[in-house]
């Protein structure tokens, strides 16, 4: 299952940096890779238990929490952190933590914050976390695959390079 939240998070990004190229649909690139992030996190955290102390349920994927960056974080283990680099991204997690829980939210005005801060740091971790699932034994096909199974994303012409993320 966590393996399959990673690939996911993977397609999440995928959409998000196609969705950068246009500048009316910013809003929701950031939106895809939030909640890319929010799956990748939560791999992690899944991969951990599942490894550390099997059948223990050490986080509940309902809880009210479980779209915020910052407390998905704060769930992961000390040295996967480290191994993950995760602190390095923990700033963009707390200036972006309610984007996937107000993705909803008309009054929360998405659009005002629009960046591809969280799609550059949606990029800069799948890397990481496959080679933490390679690490830990993964036998699944996706995280076997990677990096062959990545969608190229070229720059094409006519899209600035503020608005085009490659990065998978």
């Known amino acids: 299952m966590p393996e399959v939240m990673l690939e996911g998070a993977h397609r999440y990004a995928v959409a998000a940096n196609a969705l950068m190229c246009y500048a009316d649909l910013g809003a929701e690139a950031e939106v895809n890779a939030a909640l890319?992030?929010?799956?990748?996190?939560?791999?992690?955290?899944?991969?951990?238990?599942?490894?550390?102390?099997?059948?223990?349920?050490?986080?509940?994927?309902?809880?009210?929490?479980?779209?915020?960056?910052?407390?998905?974080?704060?769930?992961?283990?000390?040295?996967?952190?480290?191994?993950?680099?995760?602190?390095?991204?923990?700033?963009?997690?707390?200036?972006k933590r309610g984007i996937a829980i107000g993705r909803y939210d008309e009054s929360a005005g998405s659009s005002a914050h629009e960046d591809n801060e969280l799609v550059y740091c949606l990029g800069r971790l799948i890397p990481k976390a496959v080679a933490h699932f390679k690490g830990m034994g993964s036998n699944n096909a996706w995280v076997c695959a990677y990096p062959q199974v990545r969608e190229a994303v070229e720059l094409r012409t006519g899209i600035t390079q503020e608005r085009a993320v490659a990065f998978v």
Do not use: C, Q, T, W
């Open 36 to 95: 890319g992030l929010v799956l990748l996190l939560k791999s992690v955290i899944l991969e951990y238990g599942r490894h550390v102390e099997p059948g223990m349920n050490i986080y509940s994927l309902r809880s009210a929490a479980a779209e915020d960056l910052v407390l998905l974080y704060a769930r992961i283990d000390r040295d996967i952190r480290v191994k993950l680099d995760l602190r390095a991204e923990l700033s963009i997690f707390v200036r």
